[in-house]
């Protein structure tokens, strides 16, 4: 229980001013989103109210909302089931086997610094047709196995595996980042006792690292979730979603629909989709995670 | 608190277990240097890239060297960019956009995590919502806000929504970590007779630094590529940031990729130096924080 | 040790607050000063009768790149009137084109759109007119003469009711670029119809050149040259309005026809591997390189190939498209009206920003001219092109334009966004995947019911 009795109006003090700014400029929106979301608007003109309307056609007959959302759970799931846990396992190699692992952490993080349009532009020379200097088909067509080349970024059934990977690939250093500094706040007395009592190495890992660092595991999956859920100027710059929709996904649905196609009404109407999705998602998270620190406390 | 002093002294012993190198660790090793490799290798690739011509960009050759080292797509760069304007703005936007997020969020944090009120879960909550939106669909919504409150094409139009986006994670990440200190501190400070404020300037933002690094990086990072906000909401050449910049060499029908890439070298370079300076601070600043009393 | 750790935070804490604050004020108010002379912001005090009141005139554009001749016309003409007119100040928004877009689809929705902005013709500004953001310009343009400038007719795409929103910078042809030594490699002739071209294709793929080059993936290049199919197979223009008056649907023969074309042409092995992850630039770029044997592009083209490596020693020909099954007439083009400028109906200053412009359109032909950037302009030009130095391929341009005998605009120009978007998404799947052509019309037919 938190020790600090406070008058309330200390408690505004120290809420407010960040609460203000919050509400106003993102909490706002998303109430203003919510009414659009029942319109019929092109975001220019005068704008028809429609009730569930947006809602409906988007659940029944929208063809590309369903694809998207698979496409955008596949992401999210590959992220918290792959790129989490190969962060830790190397965040914890790291604490193991490097001394100074300052210049490490940070040179893994370096892809996350990087704008996306250089990441995009890079991964297209590397996903390249050999004919145009690509180096996965020009590696394997010099291995001989010519027959394994494909064409990955607009291949419709591949497109989307490819440009998940370049995304994996870029946050990863986030995740390990996160998950080094998780371990270094474990007291390392903890680790000494355990040794005492016969574990060490991995097996201290299973029973001490894994437990102490649940939370910031938390983190990094609630993290991984909403930035999956949200990932869209990737896939902008490297596919634009196409070809025809193959490597569309939820954020960059809405994009399209608000301002390409100019259904701000149905835009709004997918925005609030997606908010609602990561909500459910991150309750779900916070309830397995409750659980699991109790069984380990 | 003192177990934490003892422990941040014996911490390399730890880590290193012995002097030889076991297999483990030569495997482990080799994993590591791969997997730097990967992740530097883009740097490299930039480097590279920005001293092509267009002709030998497109060609999309991977490994391929510049026939001739191209550097004046810098002297593009930082003309037809204009460079140090928009470094400049996008220093200044983002440096507030930092100071401004650490100090309310972390005001926020400390009331959320250690104050004994009843709505502190409900605020958090409302917090955590904030994580969940994405920027685009804010757009309309925050043009017609600032057009009323009259900060259409100032700074403040970018500072305001980039500091509202930040908090959510920044008060997630400080309340997180202002829970895990022990209560006695704040009893010992009350004792003291120190009032909240006292208690937060003095005991609690000391022992903060580094998860407020995290938090300035995370917000440097985001802050410092943004686009779509910046090209929305400034129409003064006076007042653009860096992201501007690159977008610059985008004609209607032709693309300027080498000086892009330029500009990207020596848009990417603050940010680089700036995150190699944090990165060094979050694990000193960890000893520091746990060396107290 | 800790002490002073806590001290010397505590002091530095305060100090970047201190000067964040203080800089976060001045910031803002210096951008409020300076904006208060701008168009964004009520003319303060200008009531008082000043004669030279001091004007700031808004002008988004599309020309960002200062290495770009357009660019550098832009401003040229800007520092001319500027000079001429001390109190009128003209402030630059160069973006890229999604960028600007997006950015006036932002402004317009809270009515804040900038004293000169751009615009897309016919079908595309359409929303923007509804709304009530432009100002006319019918007796500005009558001004100085400048309505004569433009070439007859162009001005009907940005007309509405009988009010002129626009006034464009461009006026395009769709082409097909060819290189001349690689046809000659390839022991092929320039095809005189679709399916000559087909042959041709497979040819020339079968000596290892690559056929054509396309960036699929801004979906609009695909639509563009299907357009052109489409003009051929429905034997003239029209087809679209057609749908639109509700006299053919798309799943009409002719545009079932320029499916199956279309699709003859992907499965000959006409384009480049992965077409759809290349946009328009580093697909253009395949062809200025010299690796493509032909391209179909809009004439505005012209420029950017003709001072590319390829085009040495006069290497690079055009011709017209060709028939498709023999129908059409290849003296029909795909029309290309383009961008506009267009001026806001609440521009604080709109006398003196419809004057800026009516200087800059009456100047911009000449300007253009000199930059060489004179060929698809959609004013009437004075002036020699060939002793100017424009090249052989550019004359050839120049010469189509004379034999055009009407067409078809893009389909986003006659579309709305919603049938536009199922139409491009539509196209861009024929370069995947094999598809039947009846299925894709009638896909494209409930999209379009859908979108009415």
């Known amino acids: ?297 | 608190m003192s177990q934490f002093a003892s422990s941040a002294g014996s911490k390399p012993a730890l880590k290193v277990r012995s002097r030889r190198i076991s297999p483990k660790a030569l495997i482990a090793y080799l994993f590591f240097g791969l997997l730097l490799v990967t992740q530097l290798y883009p740097l490299l690739w930039l480097l590279i890239y920005s001293l092509k011509t267009n002709e030998e960009i497109l060609s999309g050759s991977f490994f391929a060297l510049p026939a001739q080292w191209q550097w004046n797509n810098y002297e593009g760069a930082v003309e037809g960019g204009s460079y140090f304007r928009y470094l400049g703005n996008s220093l200044f936007v983002t440096v507030t956009t930092m100071a401004g997020v650490i100090l309310l969020s972390s005001l926020a944090a400390f009331a959320i995590a250690r104050f004994r009120w009843k709505y502190g879960q409900l605020v958090m909550l409302l917090f955590l919502l904030g994580m969940m939106i994405p920027m685009q669909g804010t757009l309309l919504p925050l043009m017609i806000i600032f057009k009323n409150i009259h900060i259409l094409n100032t700074h403040l139009a970018l500072i305001l929504p980039y500091m509202a986006f930040q908090m959510p994670i920044a008060v997630f990440i400080l309340s997180g970590f202002l829970r895990t200190i022990p209560h006695e501190i704040e009893e010992s400070a009350i004792m003291d007779g120190a009032g909240p404020f006292r208690i937060f300037r003095s005991v609690i933002l000391p022992v903060s630094i580094p998860p407020m690094m995290t938090v300035c990086i995370l917000t440097f990072i985001n802050v410092w590529n943004e686009y779509i906000l910046a090209a929305t909401f400034i129409s003064s050449e006076r007042l653009k940031t860096l992201p501007f910049g690159v977008y610059s060499f985008v004609s209607q029908y032709s693309v300027n990729y080498g000086a892009i890439g330029a500009f990207l070298v020596l848009a990417a370079l603050p940010v680089i130096v700036v995150y190699f300076l944090l990165a060094e601070k979050i694990t000193k600043g960890m000893v520091a924080g746990a060396v107290k009393g | 040790m800790t002490k002073r750790k806590m001290k010397w935070f505590g002091m530095a804490m305060t100090g970047v607050l201190a000067i964040s604050l203080s800089a976060c004020g001045g910031g803002g108010s210096n951008s409020t000063n300076a904006s208060g002379g701008g168009a964004s912001e009520p003319a303060a005090g200008g009531g008082d009768g000043a004669s030279a009141e001091n004007v700031t005139i808004t002008f988004q554009n599309i020309y960002p790149d200062a290495s770009d001749p357009k660019n550098q016309m832009l401003k040229k003409i800007v520092e001319q009137y500027e000079s001429e007119h001390p109190n009128v100040t003209i402030e630059l928004d160069s973006l890229n084109t999604d960028q600007q877009k997006l950015k006036l689809k932002t402004q317009a929705a809270s009515k804040e759109v900038p004293d000169i902005t751009v615009v897309n013709p016919a079908a595309q500004m359409q929303p923007f007119v509804d709304a009530d953001l432009f100002a006319p310009l019918n007796d500005m343009v009558e001004e100085n003469g400048l309505k004569d400038t433009f070439q007859s007719g162009i001005l009907d795409y940005y007309t509405f009711d009988g009010n002129l929103y626009a006034l464009p910078d461009g006026n395009n042809i769709g082409v097909v670029y060819y290189n001349k030594k690689l046809m000659e490699q390839g022991g092929v002739e320039v095809p005189k119809t679709f399916e000559e071209m087909i042959e041709a294709v497979k040819t020339l793929k079968s000596k290892g050149i690559q056929p054509m080059v396309i960036g699929e993936k801004d979906s609009w290049t695909g639509s563009f040259l299907f357009m052109n199919i489409l003009l051929r197979t429905n034997g003239g223009p029209g087809f679209l309005q057609d749908v639109l008056d509700g006299k053919k649907t798309f799943e009409d023969p002719a545009y079932v026809e320029a499916i199956e074309a279309f699709q003859q042409l992907v499965d000959a092995g006409a384009f480049q591997d992965g077409a759809t992850s290349f946009d328009y630039n580093s697909g253009e770029n395949l062809f200025k390189t010299g690796t493509a044997a032909m391209y179909y592009m809009g004439s505005w083209a012209t420029g950017g190939i003709e001072t590319a490596e390829v085009s040495k020693d006069g290497n690079v020909g055009v011709f017209q498209f060709p028939t498709v099954g023999g129908k059409g007439n290849p003296d029909e083009f795909m029309l290309a009206p383009g961008s506009a400028f267009a001026i806001s109906k609440n521009s604080k200053h709109l006398e003196e920003t419809k004057d800026f412009l009516n200087y800059f359109m009456l100047n911009f032909p000449k300007e253009a001219f000199e930059v060489k950037g004179a060929v698809g302009i959609a004013q009437n030009v004075e002036g020699d092109f060939k002793a100017a130095g424009y090249s052989d391929m550019a004359m050839n341009v120049l010469d189509l334009f004379k034999k055009v005998k009407g067409g078809d605009l893009a389909f986003d120009n006659t579309m709305n966004p919603g049938t536009t978007q199922a139409h491009l998404s539509g196209t861009q799947s024929l370069f995947v995947e094999k598809k039947d052509a009846a299925a894709v019309a009638k896909e494209l037919q409930a999209a379009y019911e859908d979108n009415k």
């Open chain 1, 1 to 297: 229980m938190n020790v600090l009795k406070v008058s309330r109006w200390t408690i505004a003090a120290f809420i407010l001013p960040c609460l203000i700014v919050y509400v106003g400029l993102v909490f706002v929106p998303i109430l203003v989103s919510l009414y659009s979301g029942l319109l019929d608007w092109n975001g220019i003109g005068k704008s028809t109210f429609i009730g569930l309307d947006n809602y409906v056609k988007m659940f029944t007959n929208d063809s590309v909302f369903w694809p998207s959302v698979r496409r955008t759970f596949t992401l999210a799931g590959f992220s918290m089931l792959v790129q989490v846990p190969v962060a830790l396992l190397v965040a914890i190699l790291i604490t193991r086997f490097v001394r100074r692992p300052n210049f490490l952490v940070s040179s893994y993080f370096l892809p996350v610094i990087l704008s996306v349009a250089i990441i995009g532009q890079l991964w297209k020379t590397i996903y390249n047709p050999a004919s145009m200097g690509g180096m996965i088909n020009g590696i394997l067509t010099s291995l001989g196995l010519e027959s394994w080349t494909h064409s990955w970024l607009t291949e419709p059934k591949i497109a989307i595996y490819a440009i998940i990977l370049v995304s994996l690939w870029q946050y990863l250093g986030y995740h390990i980042l996160i998950q080094f500094t998780g371990i270094q706040n474990i007291p390392s007395e903890i680790y000494e006792a355990a040794k005492i009592d016969g574990a060490d190495g991995f097996k201290a890992d299973r029973y001490i690292t894994l437990p102490m660092v649940l939370p910031i595991l938390k983190i990094s999956i609630v993290l991984s979730f909403i930035g999956s859920l949200q990932s869209f100027d990737l896939i902008m710059v490297m596919t634009g979603g196409g070809p025809a929709h193959a490597t569309e996904v939820l954020a960059s649905h809405m994009y399209n629909m608000s301002f390409i196609t100019m259904k701000y009404g149905y835009g709004s109407a997918i925005a609030n989709v997606l908010i609602t999705m990561c909500l459910i998602a991150t309750v779900l998270i916070n309830l397995l995670f409750t659980r699991l620190e109790k069984r380990y406390n």
